[in-house]
């Protein structure tokens, strides 16, 4: 297990980062989880409840990491009520756990990374750091994605330009994926709306996420860096 490469996944019990923790797993990585649960429902991860928007703890918990080859910062939150009624908390909310949380996990990681002169951070954004949310396909799913969360996502995308730059000559590579809406049983109607707005017909499924993983996390990949790999189904090309 020592000789094993070390990755970090964050929310690692959602939806796509208990695919994330799964399919590094399968690249035999050993998978540190970090999630807000008590629990972790996955076997051989080492979990970690940790809430990522809390500097201190992140700061701490890296203090104790012995090294890290891979980051995936994919914890996020949503808020779904109306604009006009959108509250502080809620907003506060948002902007500490996409955005802060996923710069105090690249600041600490990268301490980490520097020192080794090897490192990969994979940050998840969102299309919706790059387009405006239609709220025509949303309905009554109650499912609207927010301008909060949507300026938080644009963040992430030039978060990861500016340390990707910042780092790129201490062989340390940031990317970030930014996926369209991932089907999760979500309301038929939106489901409906959803692809028949997408060119390739469909919502997102975990599977369609494995390419830009393998190659973003490969070996041989050490030249792309601050880069945005949008996966949509063509959602921001039309
Ligand atoms: N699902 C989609 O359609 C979609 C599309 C585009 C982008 N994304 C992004 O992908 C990422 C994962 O989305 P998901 O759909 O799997 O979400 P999810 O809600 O299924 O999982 C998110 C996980 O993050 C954890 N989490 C939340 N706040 C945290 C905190 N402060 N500290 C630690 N853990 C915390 C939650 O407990 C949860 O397990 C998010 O950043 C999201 O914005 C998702």
């Not at 520097?114 to 998840?124: D, E, H, L, S, V």
């Amino acid at each position: 297990m020592l000789n094993k490469k070390i990755a970090i996944v964050t929310g690692c019990e959602g939806q796509l980062g208990n695919f994330f923790s799964q399919k590094l797993l399968s690249e035999d990585y050993q998978v540190i989880g970090i999630d807000l649960k008590k629990k972790s429902k996955q076997k051989n991860i080492i979990y970690k409840k940790l809430d990522i928007s809390n500097f201190n703890e992140v700061r701490n918990f890296f203090k104790k990491l012995k090294k890290l080859d891979l980051l995936i910062n994919n914890a996020g939150v949503g808020v779904y009520s109306s604009t006009e009624k959108r509250t502080k908390r809620e907003i506060e909310k948002v902007v500490n756990t996409n955005l802060l949380g996923t710069l105090y996990f690249c600041l600490e990681a990268l301490k980490k990374m520097k020192k080794r002169k090897r490192g990969k951070i994979i940050n998840i954004g969102s299309i919706y750091g790059l387009v405006s949310s239609d709220k025509n396909i949303y309905g009554t799913s109650k499912r609207n994605n927010s301008e909060i969360y949507s300026a938080t996502k644009a963040s992430v995308i030039m978060l990861t330009k500016y340390l990707g730059s910042y780092y790129a000559d201490k062989n340390v590579q940031i990317n970030c994926i930014s996926p369209g809406g991932v089907f999760n049983y979500q309301n038929k109607k939106f489901v409906k709306n959803y692809s028949k707005k997408t060119p390739a017909g469909r919502m997102m499924s975990l599977k369609d996420f494995e390419t830009a993983l393998e190659f973003l996390i490969s070996e041989k990949n050490n030249y792309l860096i601050g880069q945005n790999i949008i996966i949509d189904g063509g959602y921001t090309s039309i």
